[in-house]
């Protein structure tokens, strides 16, 4: 019993999403002269959401099939960087930063 509780803790972690990407990934995602294959950077714009779906029954359905359910939204979940439900972050710069009723042509 002492000598699978290891086993057992490790069956209920949740996969760390970059060492999945690293594992997985990278090899594609990772080269910058590779048609058709958007880099990482591309792909961090995505939702979670859609990543997900892209692995579970999309264009990248054959290449995560050998990912469990759980390393699948692990590694959507980290090129997102939020959780899948999470509403999206708008990042302070995207805002217009005169006040309302200041800006001039």
């Known amino acids: 019993y002492w000598a699978l509780l290891p ?18 990934c990278a090899l ?33 359905q054959m290449q995560a099939a050998n990912l469990s359910a759980a390393e699948r939204t692990a590694v959507a979940e980290f090129l997102a960087g939020r959780k899948i439900g999470s509403e999206p972050v708008t990042p302070r710069d995207a805002f217009c930063k005169a006040p309302p009723g200041e800006m001039k042509d």
């Open 28 to 60: 594609c995602h990772e080269q910058s002269n590779v048609d058709r294959m958007p880099q990482r950077s591309t792909i961090a714009r995505m939702s979670p959401e859609l990543i997900l779906q892209s692995l579970n029954s999309g264009v990248m």
């Open 7 to 24: 086993l057992i803790a490790a069956h209920g972690q949740t996969p760390d999403g970059a060492a999945v990407y690293r594992k997985a």
